[in-house]
């Protein structure tokens, strides 16, 4: 982190769908010149201005561009922080990612691009960790509430059981929200990446894809409807399993598997009359288009229910929820990304430099955060 940079955080991608979001919510809570110094940079000047009058705010603009690497290097170099919404990361953001990692400055996105994340990490990381610079990949639904979830339900075991378990099983039981144009895109370019280059399907199914040196066992599977014995309830395929699974299973590399070596996590989603626990699709005619996304009216309604399900090699259980007031994807999205990173800055100076997950780098800080400013609960369901 760069001590003393003008900003605590620049919002880059602020002209986008979900930047826009977390633009709007850094000043409805904070203000334009209140305890948290921020900006909103992206390629167009004249789009910045339209996004800054539309949401109030006063906000310096800076215009910075992926295929300008100077224009990157001189934003970093003016901030603490830098929170991107430019997607996919696999088609635009290794030039950020490169610039926060050789200046020092943190680094949070949004990415669940998990081929991508896996290459990045071997080329990035050792830099950051010489720069101070604190990298934060998939700071937003995916995957921040699987991942805290999972360490948070960890927390329980060690209160209830006297020690982690060693498997955790994370469930959908319901879910209300849409789809953006930048999300669909990114969904898209994963799949021509993977049609250009089939091994990069390997990496898709691997748990461990983000955990270099290290496989642990043979994980559950989730690709098929089964009856989940601990819930008494039928359970699915939940499409964002492919990359939470991989960053719960970093956590735990991260934090020197305090959850043990051979630790197991499955990811499903609940099916049941009602509830909506899945994401339209990704291809279509009626797939929005970048910069488009759900209405003020259906992000505000949505909301997700998550429920994590420890169970100890005896047998006993712990139970874990996690509830979010808003849709998963957007507004939610941009409140979760927007925190965490006044969390890293303001908070956890004492995090070291490299590439992390947020329940690793943050743990209870970012837990208690969440719950205050980005509505996000976490009860204690532990029968």
């Given amino acids: 982190m760069n001590p003393n940079a003008e900003f605590d955080i620049i919002v880059h991608g602020a002209t986008g769908f979900t930047g826009r979001l977390v633009a709007a919510h850094l000043h409805n809570r904070y203000g334009s010149d ?121 927390l329980l075991a060690q209160k209830h059981l006297g020690a982690p378990v060693p498997h955790v099983s994370g469930r959908v039981r319901d879910m209300r929200g849409g789809l953006s144009g930048g999300t669909a895109a990114s969904g898209r370019a994963t799949m021509a990446a993977i049609q250009k280059d089939p091994s990069l399907l390997a990496v898709m199914f ?97 909301y997700y229910d998550l429920v994590f399900v420890g169970i100890a090699a005896d047998g006993r259980q712990v139970r874990g929820a996690v509830h979010g007031d808003k849709d998963p994807g957007y507004a939610s999205t941009s409140k979760l990304i927007a925190e965490t990173a006044i969390c890293l800055v303001h908070e956890r100076p004492d995090v070291a430099g490299g590439i992390w997950v947020a329940g690793a780098a943050l743990g209870q800080s970012l837990i208690d955060r969440l719950h205050t400013h980005a509505g996000l609960t976490f009860s204690d369901e532990t029968a």
């Fill in 34 to 154: 209140g305890p948290i110094k921020w900006a909103m940079s992206g390629r167009s000047q004249a789009k910045l201005e339209q996004v800054r009058a539309e949401i109030g705010a006063s906000v310096p603009l800076i215009t910075a561009d992926a295929a300008d690497p100077a224009s990157l290097a001189a934003m970093v170099a003016r901030t603490k922080c830098v929170v991107t919404t430019v997607g996919p990361y696999q088609l635009y953001g290794e030039p950020l990612l490169a610039a926060c990692a050789a200046a020092g400055t943190d680094y949070l996105d949004l990415s669940g691009e998990p081929s991508w994340m896996a290459a990045m990490i071997p080329l990035y990381d050792a830099a950051a960790k010489a720069s101070g610079a604190r990298i934060i990949f998939s700071a937003g639904f995916d995957s921040t509430p699987f991942e805290l979830g999972v360490c948070y339900t960890q």
């Fill in 206 to 302: 691997n748990p461990f894809a983000l955990t270099p040196g290290f496989t642990g066992p043979e994980q559950p599977r989730g690709d098929k409807v089964r009856r989940d014995e601990a819930l008494d309830v039928e359970v699915g395929p939940f499409m964002m399993a492919a990359i939470n699974t991989k960053n719960v299973h970093r956590s735990n590399f991260l934090q020197g598997h305090p959850w043990g070596e051979n630790f197991t996590y499955d990811e499903m989603a609940v099916i049941q009359p009602g509830a909506q626990t899945e994401f339209p699709a990704l291809t279509g005619d009626n797939v929005p288009k970048p910069g488009e996304g759900p209405s003020r009216e259906e992000r505000e309604s949505g």
